[in-house]
């Protein structure tokens, strides 16, 4: 099955697929074993930098070789790439989805690039997802308070979406209803009656949701119905839980010198949080 085949099962069978930042090896590893576990199809995506961290060769066989290992259905999607080329070099080495995310552009350019993007995936059988408005947050866990007011103007405009999808194409758009990245003290609502307008204004497109980390499950599984969401971004709570592990590790052991022995817990406890998140996303059992 293909990207769109499953995001059509997705949207047909009211679930969503996670996609999760790929960190480093011990992280990959968590996301297909928890993927197994629980019967599920996992995205594994790489931003920019983890891209530049693995290389994109790398990327290919590591996804090539785990398809093979697992036996589930493992996607592969380029995160956030705000490079045309970058979007490109993907394309060519096998990606299943990328991101190009022009939302700091004006809206002419983002649909200039998001089109040249557009044209290379579709000749070689890739979707692309679209952005418009930034997702306000960084995939950190945050101390400082949301301002409500300033994430309320990031939300998108049904009717402008329909322009940005119709002018370019692309497969799947990023909504922002409320949805933030990284976590906050104060995590907002997710605008249910938003996501319905943005899903009415777009029949014929998948939604995304970024910034799915700290949501209440209700909500996401809310949303994930309102929207019919098929993709649900997930990095903040992979990476707090990683590094809380490693520290946990590396203070029980403070005499161990050999890293890879210490993996074994870290991965087992980052699969956790992705089970958890396969769960809320209802997409258990369906792989
Ligand atoms: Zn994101």
Redo the contacts with the bound molecule.
């Keep these: 099955m293909t990207a769109r085949d499953w995001f059509t099962k997705a949207q047909n069978e009211n679930f969503a697929i996670g996609a999760f930042n790929v960190d480093n090896l011990d992280i990959m590893r968590a996301i297909c074993e928890a993927g197994r576990k629980m019967k599920s199809p996992v995205i594994v995506e790489f931003s920019a930098g983890e891209v530049g961290y693995f290389g994109l060769d790398n990327i290919k066989d590591l996804i090539e070789n785990a398809r093979e290992e697992f036996g589930i259905p493992i996607l592969l999607n380029l ?2 790439s705000k490079k045309v080329e970058d979007c490109l070099a993907a394309i060519a080495v096998g990606f299943d989805d990328v991101h190009f995310d022009g939302s700091e552009l004006s809206f002419g350019e983002n649909v200039a690039n998001a089109k040249k993007v557009v044209i290379t995936a579709h000749a070689n059988g890739v979707l692309v997802e679209g952005e418009m408005d930034k ?1 306000p947050g960084s ?1 950190e866990v945050h101390s400082e308070e949301l301002d409500f007011e300033l994430i309320k103007k990031s939300y998108t405009d049904p009717a402008r979406a329909a322009e940005f999808v119709g002018a370019t194409g692309v497969d799947i758009f ?1 909504a922002c209803f409320g949805n933030v ?1 990284g976590t906050f003290p104060n995590q907002p609502d997710l605008d249910m009656g938003l996501v319905s307008k943005i899903r009415e204004a777009l029949p014929n497109t998948f939604l995304s949701m ?2 799915g980390s700290g949501i209440p499950a209700v909500q996401v599984r809310e949303a994930i119905a309102a929207g019919k969401i098929v993709k649900v ?1 997930v ?1 903040t709570e992979i990476r707090a839980e990683y590094r809380d592990a490693l520290d946990e590790g590396l203070s029980e052991n403070p005499g161990e010198r050999v890293s890879y022995k210490l993996a074994s817990d870290i991965t087992g406890a980052v699969a956790a949080v992705v089970e958890g998140k396969i769960e809320v996303f209802g997409s258990a059992g369906k792989a």
């Design positions: 995160d956030h997702l995939s990023a990245h970024h910034g971004n990095n």
